[in-house]
T-cell receptor, first 111, second 116 residues
Framework: GENVEQHPSTLSVQEGDSAVIKCTYS??????FPWYKQELGKGPQLIID?????GEKKDQRIAVTLNKTAKHFSLHITETQPEDSAVYFC??????????FGPGTRLSVLP | GAGVSQSPSNKVTEKGKDVELRCDPI?????LYWYRQSLGQGLEFLIY????????KSGLPSDRFSAERTGGSVSTLTIQRTQQEDSAVYLC??????????????FGSGTQLSVL
């Protein structure tokens, strides 16, 4: 089955700095790559996604880059703010219609 | 409704008791997922419903776990003879559904289950 890993597992940055989280997967047939943000006490919320026919997508301060050859994609957050502190999950479609989620990265933005 | 609704938000039960967790998906969403999240861990897939198709039960950890989806809308996850290792947050998600694996999932806030 699909194997999804994330690095790092925890990340602390100063407010205003950039943060990068990397996700690697095993199934080369995957063609859709979302990132979810989970705040304390809430369910995950989709923040950005990318299809396999593009290499990068931006939405204001967040971006996702995809390297299909190497089977990894990354979340980039620029000009980090305290409200960016959360757990971030990548996900990859698996057999059937379900998604396999990465183990999560806890991001702390220090004021 | 405006989003995916789950109830109860918290459930405390005694070992050996049965529990039922409810999920009310976004109106019009044909796909519904259940995931389990243990403390500080990632999301573990449990079961997936798509329209009138047979559900994908491949993630259910044991035969104590079952789920139903009535009328293509509300879903109930039932755990029989609960064990302490069942303690976790149970998350429900829905999506528009379709034949391509490019679905945006909308999650509820989850049910925190504590088995004493």
């Amino acid at each position: 089955g699909e194997n999804v890993e994330q690095h790092p597992s925890t990340l602390s940055v100063q407010e205003g700095d950039s943060a990068v989280i990397k996700c690697t997967y095993s199934d080369s047939a995957s063609n859709y790559f979302p990132w979810y943000k989970q705040e304390l006490g809430k369910g995950p919320q989709l923040i950005i996604d990318i299809r396999s026919n593009v290499g990068e997508k931006k939405d204001q301060r967040i971006a996702v880059t995809l390297n299909k050859t190497a089977k990894h994609f990354s979340l980039h957050i620029t000009e980090t703010q305290p409200e960016d502190s959360a757990v971030y999950f990548c996900a990859v479609p698996s057999y059937g219609q379900n998604f396999v989620f990465g183990p999560g990265t806890r991001l702390s933005v220090l004021p | 409704g405006a989003g995916v609704s789950q109830s109860p938000s918290n459930k405390v039960t005694e070992k050996g008791k049965d529990v039922e967790l409810r999920c009310d998906p976004i109106s019009g969403h044909t796909a519904l997922y259940w995931y389990r999240q243990s403390l500080g861990q990632g999301l573990e897939f449990l079961i997936y419903f798509q329209g009138n198709s047979a559900p994908d039960k491949s993630g259910l950890p044991s035969d104590r776990f079952s789920a139903e989806r009535t009328g293509g809308s509300v879903s109930t996850l039932t755990i029989q003879r609960t064990q302490q290792e069942d303690s976790a947050v149970y998350l429900c998600a829905s999506s528009l559904g379709g034949t391509v694996r490019r679905e945006k999932l909308f999650f509820g806030s989850g049910t925190q289950l504590s088995v004493l």
